[in-house]
Structure formats: structure tokens, C-alpha cells
């Protein structure tokens, strides 16, 4: 099963090739960032900080899935073929992370829109009947959540299209829906898999935020952890520096099993 089969590969590829730990330490202290304003007084940093590591993000991912590749097919991987991999990809990756986030956005805002107007006609029955206005409403929501979910799904391999495939910014999002198209259930069942553990990496980074806004873990958690920002940063940084290195070569792993049975040409059809 392909599924299964890239997680093994993922491992085994993470275990053999601790370059990918580092890469993903470098993801995990920068995916931080975020958090420097309240550890810092300075504005300008405060919002530089997370800025910059956007625009650094591309370089990392582009170094990170050449890398991860080369642990998986067994070649040789070094700091060297990582920064080469990183320089060679980081503007059709920067550009395909902007257009991602755009399709992302504006479907999540279109969509939006069109549950707002859906949402007027309701008026009338919230007076006529309260839970069934309710009901319709939150409907709406999942169906909003789920389209936008969808979308994401179709397109998130555009990265892995652009590096290992050496395509261009708009034919690797082609390649992206062509590939899920053609194996929408597999697919499916990664990005769940996929999805999950993330979330579970990111535990440490959720009770951070929760820490620093007025919503404790305590007010969230039936129990107070008590524990400290200085504690649960380090943590984090190490969970996502693992997770990242883990999921990605895993992502590299599962789209290298997905073209090995579709071919290129799947792209103009």
C-alpha cells in the first residue's frame, strides 16, 4: 500500500540521514518566530521577524525535499546539495507559495461570501423555527470547512511538483490536481494521516499560544499544566523541528510513489 509505505520510507530515510533533522531544527526554531513579541519589546522586530521567515521558509522547503529524495532513492545527501537544491528552486517556490495561499484565501473568502448571502435568507427562518435556522447554519460551516479543505488537498503537492519534477509555477499546480485526481483515495487517506500527525507535533506550540493570549490552557484543559513560556518554547522547537523533518520526508516519499504510477503526461490531460 502506498500509504503505508511512505510512512516506512519516511522513517527509515529520517533515521539513515540526520541532515534532515537539522534542516527541520531549522524549521522548528523559525516557525517560532511568531512568538518573538512577546519575548521582545521591540516592534519592528516583532514583525520583521515572522516576515522574514516567511520569505525564508521557500529556501528551507526547496533544500528539504531535494535532500529528502536523495535519502529516499539511497544517494549520497550533504549541506552542500541541500543549499544547491534550496538556491535553485527558492523562486518558483516562493511564487508557488503565494499563489497557494491566494487560492487558498480567495476560495476561503468567495466561499465565504456566498454562506453570508445563504446566511440572510435564513433570517426568515430563525423566526419561524430557531434550532432548524441553527442547524442550517452550522451545515453551512462544515460544508465552507470542508470545500476549503478540498481545495488544499488538490494543490498541496506544487512544491514537491516544482522540485522533484522541475516543473513550472502554474504546471505544477496542474500536476498537483492531476495527481489527486488520479488517486483521489489514496490521496485522501494520506492527507488525513498526514494532517493528524502535524497536529499532534504542534501540541506544544497550540499550549504556547494559549498561553500567551487571555485564554489559558487551564480555561481550554481541565487541568492547569503551570507550564512555563520558557519551557514550552524549547519544547516546541524541538517537536517541530522532528515532526517537520518526519512529515516532509514522508510527504517526499508518498509523492515519489505517486509519480512512479502517473506518468508526466498526466499534466495536459
Known amino acids: ?45 516583532s514583525v520583521g ?27 549520497n545527501t550533504s549541506a552542500t546539495q541541500f543549499v544547491t537544491a534550496a538556491r535553485t528552486h527558492y523562486f518558483r517556490l516562493l511564487l508557488g507559495t503565494v499563489l497557494f495561499v491566494l487560492i487558498v484565501l480567495g476560495t476561503a ?39 476549503v479543505l478540498v481545495v488544499i488537498m488538490f494543490v498541496q503537492f506544487y512544491d514537491a511538483a516544482i522540485v522533484i519534477e522541475d516543473q513550472s509555477v502554474t504546471d505544477s499546480f496542474r500536476r498537483s490536481i492531476a495527481l489527486v485526481r488520479s488517486n483521489l483515495k489514496s490521496v485522501t487517506g494520506f492527507s488525513l494521516v498526514w494532517v493528524i500527525l502535524l497536529n499532534a507535533f504542534s501540541i506544544p506550540e497550540y499550549l504556547l499560544q ?5 485564554t489559558g490552557p487551564a480555561d481550554v484543559l481541565p487541568i492547569d499544566l503551570g507550564v512555563p513560556i520558557a ?39
Open 109 to 147: 473568502i468567495g466561499l465565504g461570501l456566498i454562506g453570508f448571502v445563504l446566511g440572510i435568507g435564513l433570517i426568515p427562518l430563525a423566526a419561524i423555527h430557531e434550532m432548524a435556522a441553527f442547524a442550517a447554519g452550522v451545515g453551512s460551516l462544515l460544508v465552507w470547512l470542508l470545500s
Open 49 to 75: 521577524a515572522p516576515l522574514a521567515w516567511l520569505i525564508v521558509f521557500p529556501f528551507v522547503l526547496g533544500g528539504f525535499i531535494e535532500t529528502a529524495r536523495a535519502a529516499i532513492e539511497g544517494t
Open 231 to 269: 519551557v514550552l518554547l524549547p519544547i516546541g522547537i524541538v517537536l517541530s523541528a522532528v515532526g517537520f523533518a518526519y512529515i516532509y520526508t514522508v510527504y517526499t516519499a508518498y509523492y515519489l510513489r505517486l509519480i512512479a504510477d502517473s506518468p508526466i503526461s498526466t499534466v495536459s490531460e
Open 1 to 45: 500500500m502506498v500509504l503505508v509505505s511512505a510512512f516506512k520510507d519516511g522513517f527509515a530515510a529520517l533515521r539513515t540521514n540526520p541532515i534532515l533533522l537539522v534542516a527541520g531544527l531549522l524549521v522548528g526554531a523559525g516557525s517560532q518566530l511568531q512568538y518573538v513579541e512577546h519575548l521582545n519589546e521591540s516592534p519592528l522586530l
Open 210 to 214: 494559549l498561553t500567551l493570549t487571555e
